[in-house]
């Protein structure tokens, strides 16, 4: 199995720095949340620290994907949290219909910022509904 990007800390010395997986996927689905599951296990063999996990859905988020969203986590209130004890320090899940309240804000957050750009799909910046904002 090989994910879209795996993240480690640079400097490992003290084992406290979480590993990060990112994913970019077309359809979340309940195969595709094994498969993560599958990764982070892989990722835990290697890494003493429980990873953190970055998923966004370009194209749709499946119904039972959806009834699995936790409340808010109030760090990071543009993503939807998934439940993932024992497996992931935490799992967030960032699509269109989550970001949207989110492009109205002056600059717009970083990680929605490249979340909108994946799904939009388009080819440049300058393409960009929001090119203007100093953060795209």
């Known amino acids: 199995m090989k994910s879209d990007v795996a993240y480690k800390p640079f400097l490992y010395n ?3 720095l ?24 892989q990722m835990i063999k290697r890494y ?25 986590d109030l760090e990071v209130p543009f993503a939807a949290s998934l439940p993932c004890a024992g497996w992931a320090d935490c799992f967030y899940l960032l699509n269109g219909g989550i970001i949207c309240t989110y492009l109205d804000c002056n600059p717009i957050e970083p990680t929605v ?13 300058i393409s960009m509904e929001r090119r203007e904002d100093p953060t795209i």
């Open 14 to 16: 003290d084992g406290n």
């Open 113 to 125: 910022a490249l979340a909108h750009f994946f799904i939009e799909q388009k080819l440049s910046l």
């Open 48 to 72: 003493p620290v429980l990873p953190i996990v970055v998923i966004i859905s370009i194209n749709s988020t499946m119904q039972d994907i959806l009834e699995m969203v936790g409340k808010e």
């Open 18 to 41: 979480p590993p990060v997986l990112i994913e970019i996927q077309h359809t979340v689905d309940l195969k595709f949340y094994q498969q993560v599951i599958q990764y982070c296990l």
